[in-house]
């Protein structure tokens, strides 16, 4: 048996998987038919209907490849037999890290850069970002990742407001 893999592209280093770029709804579920495993992502429905059809056409388990399984009736999945797994959580550094590189990049017009200069415009017109240096900014959600985020920006000097519980203490990791 192979796998069955939704929103994703086909994959080469993954022999026994079927990729397919549809999202997994009730239209599509048949499409795990001699497969014991669906691999879903964030945009794919998983109702009660979607794992009944998927049920009928054999799968067991289903795999997230995403922390959150709200988009998953578990219960359903549980009364059918099917298991539920997901990833537990990501590096709060690593999406830190991802979110401050994108905020760097949209400050700093480093896309429409280098689609410019692959086309052999080196123009920086309408190019010029600003310096983090000392600027306000303002996080929502100050969880685990959030307070990567506080973390990384204290290093350019930035200034967080205070909110109303005081100042934000960010954790130090060993």
Known sequence: S???VYSSRADQHHPMSSSSQAKLDV???????GC??????????????????????????ISLRC???????????????IKVV??????????????VAHMFALNRCIAHAHQRTAQGNYSLNGLVGFE???????????????????????VCSAYFPLGPAGEIQVPRHG
């Open 86 to 99: 997901r990833v537990p959580t990501y590096s709060p550094q690593s999406v830190a890290e991802h979110a």
């Open 36 to 61: 014991e495993v669906v691999n879903i992502f964030v945009n794919d429905v998983c109702s009660k209907e979607v794992i009944k059809i998927l049920a009928d056409v054999g799968v067991k388990l």
């Open 132 to 154: 983090m240096y000392k600027k306000t900014v303002g996080v929502i959600g100050t969880g685990a990742i959030g307070y990567e985020a506080i973390r990384i920006l204290k």
């Open 2 to 4: 192979s796998n069955a």
């Open 27 to 33: 239209s599509t579920a048949k499409l795990a038919e």
């Open 67 to 81: 922390a959150g399984f709200d988009r998953v009736d578990v219960e359903a999945a549980n009364a059918v037999g």
